[in-house]
């Protein structure tokens, strides 16, 4: 079944806060096989410049669809059982430190379908909790036949 076009355009609810720590910046770094020290030592991220650990640049996917995700609503028509990932990509105004307390608005861009395949972006804003954009990702989320 095609995804529900009315959906374009609309925007999430911000996301209660995500408060980063070095435990979740160093299990993503861990996950990812990235030994980098600015990701896991204070004294090296304040060396690079840092105010403390920095997470890796893909870091926020690891919050950015979740709580409160328009991609849940049963109006949609998802099927999570023939989702897989399509494409994603981050603008950074500055890099997530430990200490950040985080909230996204996610926004569905486009639906499409492709073939047999419905396609669904959603771009997602990142800020503090007091309002500094920190980042904005977007995702490409493939529905496999959903389109036929």
Excluded: W
């Excluded at 995804?3 to 408060?19: H, K, M, Q, T």
């Excluded at 030994?35 to 004294?43: A, F, S, T």
């Excluded at 996917?61 to 981050?90: C, K, W, Y």
């Excluded at 909230?103 to 073939?115: E, L, N, Q």
Aim: aromatic residues 6%; charged residues 20%; negative net charge.
């Amino acid at each position: 079944m095609a995804l529900n076009r009315d959906f374009v355009g609309r925007a999430s609810a911000p996301s209660p806060p995500y408060e980063v720590s070095r435990v979740k910046i160093r299990e993503f770094a861990t996950a990812l096989g990235d030994n980098n020290p600015i990701y896991r030592d204070k004294e090296a991220a304040q060396a690079a410049g840092h105010p403390d650990v920095i997470a890796p640049p893909t870091f926020p996917i690891v919050f950015s669809l979740a709580g409160g995700s328009i991609l849940t609503d049963p109006e949609l028509g998802l099927n999570f059982a023939m989702v897989v990932h399509g494409e994603q990509r981050f603008e950074y105004r500055r890099p997530i430190h430990v200490g950040d307390e985080l909230v996204t608005v996610s926004t569905v861009t486009d639906i499409r379908s492709v073939g047999r395949n419905e396609l669904i972006t959603v771009r997602s804003d990142v800020s503090t909790t007091e309002g500094e954009l920190v980042c904005t990702t977007y995702n490409t989320i493939v529905e496999r036949g959903g389109a036929g």
